[in-house]
Structures are given as C-alpha cells and as structure tokens.
C-alpha cells in the first residue's frame, strides 16, 4: 500500500514565461512521482500537481532552489486540495496575458547553445542566432504581450519543421523556446561595405575589415555598436574623431575571462559579473602591460586612446556568437561603443545606421531581425564587494522591485529624470524599472521617452492613473507627463528629484523606517527654485524634510559651469574671499573678471548647493582640468588621483545653524585646498583629503541626526556615489560611529534611480507611511 496522496495547488510568480519553466516543472514533478499539469495563466505559471506529500514538498522547494537560469521567481503561493486521482504529467497551452513581471532580460548565449554553434555536426553549425529557452534575447524583440513568437520581432520567420519537433519535444533544451531558429528557417546577417552587399561569408568579411583597422557598424541585440581593433591606436582614434568623443573611455570586448585577465585585475565578484548571463560591461582596473600580464611574447596593449589617463577598463564578454566570432578570429581584444552621433540615442534600424553614420563606418554588418526596444549595455564596477551599476540596459532590464505599498493606488507611471532616463510602472506590491534610454535634452530623445513609455505600458496592458515627475516645469520628462495626462485622464504628481533619489535608495534596501538620506548629486530643481545638490534628508519614502545641504554658492552661467569647471572655482573662491588669478590658466583674465562681475551681481547664476559642482570647483583649484570634454570628467579624475593615496586627514570645514536646518559651510575648506596647492601638496593627496573631507561631514551630520531624532540608518544616494573611493570612505567612517549604512545594489544610484524612487514615494505617501 502506497503513501497517502495529497494535492497543492500552486502559483508561481515573477519571470516564468518563456524560458522553460513548465518543461522544467514537468521533468522535476515526474521524477517525484506526481501527476497533474502546469500552465500559464496571466503572467504567472499555475501548477496542479498531487501524490506523496513528501514528493510534494519536494516540488515546492525546487520551484525555487532549481528554476530554470532565466526565470526569477518573485513568490510561490501553495494552496492545499483534495486528490482528484488524475494520472501523468501534462504541459498545458493555458492562458498567458501580459503582465509587468512576465517579460525577462535578454541572456548571453548559454554554453550549451554556444557549443552547437562550435559544432561541424551540428545543424546550427556557425549559426549566429542560435537560442533556447535559457539564452537569447527576450526584451529587444517583443512587440506584445503575452511572450510568444507571434508578437516577437522573430514573427516574420517561421520555424521550419525541424526547429517545430524541437520546440514540441519534452527533453529537448528548446521545448516550448519562442526564439528557436536555425539556418534553415532563421534570422541572418548581412554585410554592405561602398556599395557591396552579401550574405555570404558575411561575418569573415567584417573579421577582414577589422584585421586591416577599418571601423564597423554591428548590429546586436538592442542596436548597433561601433566596433575596431583596441590594440589600433591609429584606429581608435579615427573612431574617436569621427564620432566626435574626444575622451569618454570606450569599453572592449574580449572572448574569455583569460584574455580578460591579461588587460584587467579581476576579483572573484568581477568575473562573476562579466560571465553572467547579463553580460555587462565591467569597470576593473587596468593592467598597464598586457605583455607582461599574458607572460607571453605577442599580447597586444590596449591603445593608449581607448581610457585615456584613466586606471580603470570597461571589459565585456562576448554575448552573442557573432561578437564571439568576431573577437576570436581578429585575435585581438576590440572596442565595442554604442553606435550614435552625439548623444543621440542608439542606432537600431538599418536604413538610419547607414544614412547617419556613413561618415562613422566603413563598413555594416546587419541583421534582418527587427529591434523592439533600444537596449544599452549594461555597466557596473565593483566596489567593497557589492555591484555598483552605472548603467543598468542589455541583460538586466526590465527589472522588478518589490514595494512597501498595496494595490489600492491604482495604476502608477513614474517617468524618472532627464539624465540616464529610466521610467517605472506598477499597479501593486511591485514596481518595473525600464531599461536605460539615456539623457533627453533633445526632441528626438523626448519623442524615444514617449516610444518606449507606450510600448511597456502596452506590454503591461496598463493605463495609469497617477503620473510621477520631477519637480522642475522645464523638463522633458514633466512636458511628456503633461502629454500623457491629457491622453489618459491620469493625474500628474510632482517630486522633488532629491526626494526621489532618498526614496529609491531606501527601497533598493527594502527599508521601511525612518532614516537619513545622504543625496549628492549635480543637480536637481530644489523646493526653494534654487539647484540642490548636496543633502541631507530626513525620513521616509512618503515624505522627508531637508535636515543640512551644503552652502549655497553662485553657478556661472548656469549649466556652462557645469563643463567648464573652472566656473565654480571661481565661485567659491569669491566666497571665500579668495583672490582668482591662479584661475588664468584655464580662463583668460579678462573672461575671468567679466565672469566674476556677473557672478557677484547674480546675472546668470542661479545658486547651488551641489556637492557635483563642487568636485568641479576643487578639480580646477588643484590644476587638473578646467574644462570638460564629457558628464563629471573632472569628478571622475579627482576620484582616480585620490585612489593613488592613503591620506586621510580631512580639510577644515564648518557646519553652521541649529534645530535641523544646518547648512555646511565649505568657505575653509576652498582656503585649505588653496593653500595646500600654494605648498607644493602632491594633487594626488590633496584630492585623498577632499574625499575624507566629505566623509567626515557626511559622518558630523549623521550624528547631529541621531543625537536630535534617533536616527540609526544612512542611504546613500546620487551620481556623486559613484565615486568609489568617497563611497568607500564614507561607509568605513558611518559604520565605525555605529549607523546602519546602505546603497543601492540593484539600480545605479545616479539618476537612474529616480523613476524607481518617484513610484515609490507615490505609493507610500497614499498608504500614510512616515
């Protein structure tokens, strides 16, 4: 006699469409000795499953513990039944509909995927869209929901009949895969180069182009890349020249984690970011010789041209089989940058690479598989053993996070800032973060925001009724909110970018308390209409109260000062009552005093509290640029000549005021720095004491708040901490005086981070959370 059977009826929530879950659930509730079905219903993937109570139990587990490498499961939800006496395993068609959770990230090429590519005998031999249920783009080729192939860009290529015998049988790695293809039946490339077209041997003649230095435009997943030889100086700098990026490094793509390790020190968590199936770019520090590195005659260097002066590397691993292809057979590591002019967003359609980067390219190498959504690459660094992203696109969105809310908010849409726009949706206990879209200080990039906004809304089958935006009148994100109102009915809800930022750092750390945020940015359209920057905010996601902010200081031509650092070094030395002439070899002396005159006056030159500015400011004051050829060059800079030092002892500084509105005054600090250029202090080490410096006020602040409200935990947020060497330092400083200090993990705590922050706050605030 056998054991007792019991019945579960269970539901599985998150990603679980479309990259083998009901495959999975078949095999693992067959090998337990279970009978009933799986399906998907909505987004989510309904299991009925009955037998011993211990196989059962079993099930449950693995749902989690053993999902497949591309599902993220959210929750399991159990409910306990009676046997109906049902016999087998079944894999059902169900129901799917769109739902926020059901479309997953695009995954590298798995290795199994790969190793059929690699194989003579293998029907998808040097195939270079080959895919299954656990790799292959997801995201960039939906055009609806729910996920199925109809509504991929991949509809326009039915599957021949081998490739449908593999999507229907149960023990084959691409049961029920929505992108299956193969020579026969599949997408496939196309190389144009002066007027000469083909498909044959497409991919050999981009690897002959490239061997002879020549530069390519390479379609990808979520658009094309502009792509040459890294170890090619002369052409590097071609690249550069002709896609007017005079000095933002470039990132390079390498085929192993060895050849990676030949370039750039690697730690344990770096490769795991660089071979996961995400596959972002990986910021890790520069080996200067790669010859000594390789310990082998014939290891090409990077170009000095690719970073220049930077000790940092951006490297990634191949994700698809024709980035793979072309970086084994020119045997050299090869720069990989997004393929636009300026900072127009990303190139993805064929006729428009060709009309505007003729003057970029010398060659194309195409695809005939239509992009849905515009993907960037992701870009993380790591720093004190956690991720820290700078950009989060290609391989990690759309992502999810939970929230401290309940569904009675209705249906948010939350449309972030104007630089490293994401936006975010929800109707419940989760919100979606988009992928990256990159900055909107253009119309086409306005319209690209409005693009995306429909197309996920679509997806999601969601019409809002609440519109989050940032407080400024003039951004493009608050004109689209007002556009989208007008369609829809919703109503538009303004918030302050800070606030966003301290509300999104606290939900990363799923934290629902009281706390102080840490917000240091560049800029961001304060209450009082001045620019913040530089805050200290005190309380929740729903609502928070500016506790101390740097001292305001004059901002010379406004966002002119912003790329010309000088500018605010000559701001704050008038404020401290300093003399500019040391300014002069940045500025001529008559630009400096009619700049001056203004400034003193208040002609265009709104105040600031921005600790952003104010990297600028002593980044002049210590000689190392006064003006700027990329976003926080300077800032960046005086990060690296800081990491080159051990000093720790900080400049004077002062903070002022009483009863929670405390203002740091940063007068002695401008001196101190002054004087200690004046001494012949090595930059390096005076840009170490900067850093300190913030520590220590960050740390001040801090305590003024727990002695005065309690306060134990710190969120650290804004694009200042992405300087790992202050983020570093004022989490030793914070942790040492006993705080609970965070930072988000998840999402990059630069701009990025407001869309998320903006829902936040909205679902808070309407469930009375203080």
């Known amino acids: 006699m056998g054991a007792p059977r019991a019945h579960h009826d269970v539901v599985v929530v998150g990603i679980v469409q479309g990259v083998g879950f009901r495959p999975f659930v078949a095999r693992t509730a067959s090998a337990l000795g279970l009978s009933g079905y799986v399906k998907n219903v909505g987004g989510n993937v309904e299991i009925s499953a009955e037998g011993p109570r211990r196989g059962l139990d079993a099930l449950v587990r693995a749902l989690q513990a ?64 080959v895919g299954c249920t656990d790799c292959g783009p997801r995201l960039t080729t939906v055009t609806s929901a729910p996920y199925e192939r109809s509504r991929t860009t991949l509809a326009s290529f039915p599957p021949c009949t081998a490739c449908v015998l593999e999507a229907r ?91 990676a390790a030949r370039i750039v020190t690697l730690d344990a968590k770096e490769r795991e970011l660089l071979g996961s199936p995400g596959r972002p770019i990986v910021l890790a520090r520069r080996i200067t010789s790669a010859r000594a590195a390789a310990g082998t005659e014939g290891a090409a260097a ?24 072309l970086a084994r057979a020119v045997g050299r590591p090869l720069v990989y940058t997004s393929a636009n002019r300026s900072d127009a967003p990303m190139v993805i359609d064929a006729a428009v690479a060709e009309e505007t980067l003729a003057s970029v390219a010398d060659f194309f190498l195409h695809h005939d598989r239509p992009i849905a959504v515009r993907a960037d690459d992701s ?36 449309l972030g800032a104007e630089l490293k726009s994401t936006f975010s949706w929800s109707e419940g206990s989760y919100a979606t973060v988009s992928e990256h879209l990159g900055d909107l200080g253009a119309l086409e990039s306005e319209e690209v925001l409005e693009r995306a906004v429909a197309h996920h809304l679509g997806l999601a089958s969601m019409t809002p009724t609440v519109i989050a935006h940032d407080l400024h009148p003039d951004l493009a994100t608050t004109r689209v909110a007002a556009v989208i109102a007008r369609r829809t009915g919703a109503t538009c809800v303004p918030v302050q970018h800070h606030h966003a930022h301290f509300a999104a750092a606290l939900t990363d750390a799923n934290i629902d308390e009281p706390a102080l945020g840490v917000v240091f940015d560049g800029l961001g359209y304060g209450e009082d209409g001045a620019f913040w920057g530089g805050e200290f905010l005190l309380g929740s996601a729903a609502r928070s109260t500016r506790f101390a902010h740097l001292r305001y200081v004059p901002m010379p031509g406004a966002d002119r000062a912003a790329r010309e650092p000088w500018r605010m070094a000559l701001a704050h030395l008038l404020d401290a009552g300093l003399p500019t002439a040391r300014l002069e070899r940045f500025a001529s002396k008559t630009a400096i005093e009619i700049v001056g005159r203004a400034t003193v006056r208040g002609v265009a030159s709104p105040l600031t509290s921005s600790v952003g500015r104010l990297f600028d400011a002593i980044a002049a004051l210590v000689g ?96 200042v901490f992405m300087n790992a060497v202050l983020l570093e330092r004022s989490f030793a400083v914070l942790e040492e005086l006993g705080f609970h200090v965070h930072r988000p993990t998840t999402l990059p705590p630069n701009d990025a981070s407001i869309s998320l922050g903006q829902i936040a706050h909205v679902f808070a605030s309407r469930r009375g959370l203080t």
């Not at 409910?79 to 990230?105: D, M, W, Y």
């Not at 020549?214 to 030889?229: P, W």
């Not at 660094?381 to 569904?407: D, K, N, Q, S």
């Open 624 to 719: 190392l640029r006064g003006h700027v050829a990329f976003e926080a060059q300077a800032a960046i800079e005086l990060e690296h000549a800081a990491s080159r030092s051990g000093a720790d002892s900080p400049f004077s500084y002062d903070v002022v005021g009483a009863d929670g509105a405390y203002v740091v005054d940063t007068r002695r600090l401008i001196r101190d720095v002054t004087f200690a250029v004046d001494d012949g202090i090595e930059t390096n080490v005076i840009s170490a004491r900067f850093h300190a410096t913030l520590a220590h006020v960050i740390a001040e602040v801090a305590e003024r708040a727990r002695e005065q409200f309690a306060i134990r935990t710190i969120a650290l947020s804004g694009g």
């Open 302 to 325: 990077i170009a000095d041209a690719v970073a220049p002066g930077s000790p940092l590397l951006g490297v990634m691993l191949p994700y698809t089989p024709t980035m793979r292809a």
């Open 169 to 259: 049988t149960p023990t084959s790695r691409y049961f029920a895969a929505e992108n299956v293809a193969c020579p026969a039946c599949g997408p496939r490339l196309l190389f144009r180069r002066a007027g000469d077209s083909t498909s044959i041997d497409a991919t050999a003649r981009a690897i002959e182009c490239l061997r002879r230095g020549e530069i390519g435009a390479v379609k990808g997943v979520g658009g094309y890349h502009l792509v040459c030889d890294a170890t090619d100086d002369a052409a590097v700098r071609r690249l550069r020249k002709r896609k007017h990026r005079e000095e933002k490094p470039l990132a390079v793509v390498v085929e192993t984690l060895v050849d």
């Open 379 to 414: 870009v993380v660094r790591v720093v004190g053993g956690a991720p820290l992203f700078i950009r989060r696109g290609r391989g990690f969105a759309p992502t999810i996070m939970p929230l401290h809310a309940h569904e009675e908010c209705g249906a948010v849409l939350a």
């Open 66 to 129: 053993s999902a497949p490498a591309a599902a993220v499961v959210r929750e399991v939800r159990v409910c306990p039944g009676e046997p109906t006496g049902v016999e087998g395993f079944t894999v059902l068609e169900g129901a799917p509909q769109a739902t926020a959770a059901s479309i997953g990230a695009d995954r590298a090429t798995c290795a199994a995927c790969f190793a059929e590519h690699d194989d003579p005998g293998a029907r998808r031999f040097d195939y270079p869209f």
